[in-house]
């Protein structure tokens, strides 16, 4: 009975103590390590991460992986931290609340993960080490700690009953375990360490036997050298004790084995009529694009041969046919064009031609072109962080040759509008003619979702009073500024130069708050209007390759001044709930509506803050400001006529979102 595989990824690189600096990679390591262990296409481990935890939290995720665990289970622990040494030369394991001074009780002891090891039943235990452990290092490298303390020590051999197990660590006793290249480089990016393990098995290239298995001691060997090879400076240790062969990951470079072509068509090959020749030449091309691999590779070796020492007229046959199963892709170039930073657009390379021509492997240039395979074709997402052109390469190499696929583009700071095209004085040529991007369908969709609103809003509105005064007194100048800011949004959404960032930005922002199910049904229809157009919107994004959504970190001054103006809004909406709550238990309902708009109105603005390309960012924040001032007229309205009900709450909410509007303004008036 096979048991299961877990695995168990712990990272620390935020720490209290200002004593222990903070690490850049474990982050990245956890994220990239768990993608490819969790990929069923390479592994079938069920993985668990935990990151810039304490140490009794780590401790007990320790206890329990070891603890609960089969004789035929495999499991495998990953450790990214820093590794520190007691007076007494004991090792520790740094933790988010490590101090240096007191690490018996707050850092996770060797000895006890040791001992969690010695209890397991399992017979299958990894345990990879991403720490530092050494005293010497290259000037200018970012390294993990200091001290030297030799990990392998502290899991010496023995003592298991005959029960396997492996310690794989990233550097020896005398060595430090490198983050990055420089101590200035901010960009996070896994450790060497680890990205060479991450590399290994996502790649395939750790399967050295090309078995189509990536095996433990496999592992290893690619390890030493792909660290080796980035970093003289650090030299990988192993210390493993098992019995057999334990396989950790699958790989798709399975070493393809000629099936011999059958004895009539060799002998016709090598036959003295050329005629003879001929006809065998045709018969293995055919051979040749066969879906079974092994007999085509067969037929590739007996055609090479021929081409390469039959007569002119013979070679050229063979050589044609063999061409026919050249590795090639369907596109020599990928362009991404401009490229927003911060974004990660992705493309397909696709391969033509037989089977044959399409068992292949692909490998990257760079880093920062990642490259998944999928069958025979390849996913490659790019993740260059500094400006400028960039240009890499994508290797394909299959058992009938290697091609190499050209990746180009620019990276730039924030995506420019797209021009609308001026009409040309003279008809260009057809060949030379640009065509005209045409509107997205889901941009237009959103647009008229968006007026729509509008319209109806307003409709419904004065359709509920038989008189202008009627309107203003039943309340309907409350819905006047959402049916303002809702057109606004869907023109927007309309026009050539915002409806790529600012018009879904501003239209998903004014829907956040549209989600609150407060007033009559006629006024909640409104929003079932705004979120179905928010969507289109994101839908519209989605379909647009030359920029992905993503999170980052407050850049400037007006961030940090629009979190400082949400926050104020939700404080004061939160304490004007309480004012209701303390006057009357009827008011409980209206007092929740106060609660869940503080909720929205603080969550939008920190997702505003964090959304990137940041152009995006500014416009969602200005959708979330219209939206807060919407919501706070509305509640004025329909707050109780009471001494006890002082209103004060609601003055700090509708000052605290005008200065948001304010920000937000002004960071949309600033912004290129």
Known sequence: MTGERRALIIANGEYDNPGLSAL?????????????????????????????ETAHVIAGRVEDLFADSAPDDVLLVHFSCHGLKSESGELFFAARNTRPERLASTAVPADFVQRCLRMSRSR????????????????????????????????????????????????????????????????????VFTSALVDGLRTGDADRDEDGWIALGELYDYLFDSVRERNPNQTPSRDIEMQGELYLARSRRRRIKPSPVPADLRAASEDPNMFTRLGAVTELQRRLASENLSVAIGAHEVLTTM????????????????????????????????????????????????????????????????????????????????????????????PTGEAMVRIEGRVVAEPAPRPEPEAAPQPLPVAAATPVPKPDPFAIAAGLLAITAAVYLVAIAFLRGSSLEDFFEDGGWTVLPLAVFATAAGIAMLLPGTR????????????????????????????????????????????????????????????????????????????E????????????????????VSALLLAGTALGVLLRPAAFGTAFLCGVAGGGIVMVCTLFYAMPSSSSVTGAGWGIALGAVLSLAVVTGFAAWKAP
């Not at 992905?548 to 949400?566: E, F, H, M, T, Y």
């Not at 709930?577 to 869940?596: I, K, M, N, P, Q």
Request: glycine share 12%; proline share 3%; with cysteine.
């Open 577 to 596: 709930a309480v004012e209701l709550f303390g006057y009357s238990s009827s008011r409980a309902d209206e007092g929740t509506v106060y609660l869940v």
């Open 307 to 398: 081409a390469q020492t039959d007569i002119r007229h013979i070679a050229e046959a063979a050589d044609l046919a063999r061409r026919e199963a050249r590795v090639r892709a369907e596109s020599e170039v990928v362009r991404f064009g401009e490229v927003v930073r911060g974004s990660r657009p992705a493309a397909r390379i696709r391969l033509a031609g037989p089977p044959i021509a399409r068992a292949c492997r692909f490998a990257s240039s760079h880093s920062w072109l990642r490259v998944t395979e999928d069958g025979d074709e390849a996913e490659i997402v790019l993740e260059q962080e500094e400006l400028g052109a960039f240009e890499a390469r994508v290797t394909v190499t299959g």
């Open 124 to 191: 299958s235990i990894v345990l990879l080490l991403d720490c530092c452990y050494g005293g010497a290092f290259s000037q200018g490298v970012a390294v993990r700690a200091t001290g030297e303390a030799n990990v392998l020590d502290a899991f010496p051999a023995g003592g298991f009953g005959g029960r396997g197990r492996a310690v794989i660590t990233a550097s020896n006793s005398i060595e430090y375990a490198f983050e990055g290249d420089q101590l200035a480089d901010d960009h996070v990016r896994p450790s």
């Open 500 to 575: 790529r960032i600012a018009g879904p930005g501003a239209l998903c922002g004014l829907a956040l708050l549209a989600v609150i199910p407060f007033g009559s049904v006629l006024l909640v229809l409104t929003g079932g209007f705004l979120l179905a157009g928010a969507v289109c919107a994101l839908l519209a994004v989605r379909r647009d390759r030359s920029f992905r959504l993503g999170l980052g970190k407050p850049r400037d001054a007006l961030g940090v001044a629009a979190l400082v103006a949400g926050a104020g809004c939700a404080a004061g909406l939160v304490t």
């Open 24 to 52: 850049r990679s474990p982050a990245a390591d956890a994220e990239a390590l768990a993608e490819v262990l969790g990929d069923r296409a390479i592994s079938d481990f069920d993985v668990q991460v935990v990151r810039d």
